[in-house]
């Protein structure tokens, strides 16, 4: 009979080949917007000013304290327009996936939008490597790393936005908390 | 080419490739992405308003109107209800979820599922009756459908090649062939496992990733699945693929192939070598734990 199904087994010592070697090497990112396309698309036509924001140790814990989500960096990348909007480039460290997006902020601190700049992925375990993370902070790791930049798309899985809501937790935290004063000062 | 990707739409990231080097791929990812907002308004089980909701809280029997993609879906779940012989079943996630209860390896003896069909009754294109109280969860069939709308959306945009993906339920829209990678239940996406498409729609499951998530559910019994068997459909269209790979868990082998000849679908099923029980650190136990977090 001609089936239907098709079985495969996986091989087992596969595990212990990625583990040891293709786990460190091998990931894969889509650019889906650079920052000024994002920037274009949630506001047209804004000019936008970058400011420079070192989070303080106390701000940090101030943050995770009311966010009750955990802060990836202290450096935050922040733009602000004449109106008062804010544009904020964040990450976030899913189960298999990094993804960098951008929000846009009202003066008064609602969301108007968000849009995902990029999305890596990898093993899960991988993601959590402090080494690897780094790459997002310098570019130390980034040669060991084989991004791998054809249209890749993966089946398996639901990727969550879990963590996208934390994320986006944690920026109107940093709003409450760092930015709405930044502006008043 | 151009490819967006949107968050929060049902639940997941919804990416959108276009081919097409043409100036309108835009506009028709926006409109795409519009689309299936909508879709997700009316489906959602979490969204108060959505139309998903009042038949989950309306007064028994009432005549309800909804959307004519509410009832597209209701149809094609009633259908795949008798199909599976009750395995697929809206209803019994959100009783799980009610019940704050998930057996992992017993079924419930005294759940008392009825057919989906004693429940609800569709009426017209807009309007279903509800006899009996339900409370349904569209979480293992929407994604599919909304990417094949999806797909519908950007051929009536004249597009040729294009692609949606939301969160692995995918749909190639044109000739265009597409290497999918399928995640291997330990080595993630350094796994060679791959499939083509072309012109087709591909869904996985991979219950070993969600432990915790009743979504992988008998509707006959409340049995969730536990294994680690990953299970991968190609069929015409989405919401096929993406409701027949939570079916095929749980159905007889004979079964399992007459329903997949009559949807004209094909399953991959992938499981991991005995071996991988014996070895030590790479157990499934000592795994489990980045898979629930």
Redo the contacts between chains.
Sequence with gaps: ?N??????????????A??QT??ID???A?T??TIEQAQELLAPHVSWKQISLHLSEEQVDSIEELSEVSVLSPELKVWNAANGDLFIVDNVLG??EF?T?AVLLSAEGSVKG???LD?R?????QIRRAEWRAQFVGKSQVEQLVFEKD???????????SQ??KGVKRLLATYQLVLKNLKTS | MI??????LL???V?I?VFDDVTNAADAIDAAFQRIQEIHESMSFHVQSSDLSKINSCQIPSVLNVSKDLIKVLSVCLDLNKNSEGIFNPAVAAILQKMGKLPVSKGIANLNLSVLSDSIVIESDSKVLVKQAVCLDLGGIA?GYAVDEACKVLKDYGLINA?V?A????KALGPKT??????????????D?T?DISEQA?????PY??PQMPAHVDGRNGYVYSGNE?V?IKAKDCIYADALCKIAFFLN?DK??QL??YYD?????????Q??HN?GK?SIESKEG??S?
Excluded: Q, W
Aim: proline share 3%; net charge neutral.
């Design positions: 009979m089936s239907r199904i098709v079985r495969i087994v996986l091989p087992a010592v596969l595990t212990i990625c583990e293709l786990f091998r990931c894969f889509i889906y917007l189960k298999h993804i997006y968000i849009e995902i999305y992925e990898t093993y899960g375990e249209i890749v798309n993966i089946s398996g899985a639901t990727i969550s936005c996208i809501t | 490819r967006r990707a949107k968050p929060f639940g997941t990231i990416d490739t994604k692609l993906n969160g692995g339920d995918i597409h290497n999918i990678k399928i995640r291997h239940p330990y080595a993630g996406i350094n796994s496992y499939a591909f869904a996985t499951s991979a990733l969600d990953v991968s082998e399992l192939e997949l000849e679908a094909e399953m991959i099923v992938a499981s991991i070598s071996n991988m070895a790479f980045y898979a977090r």
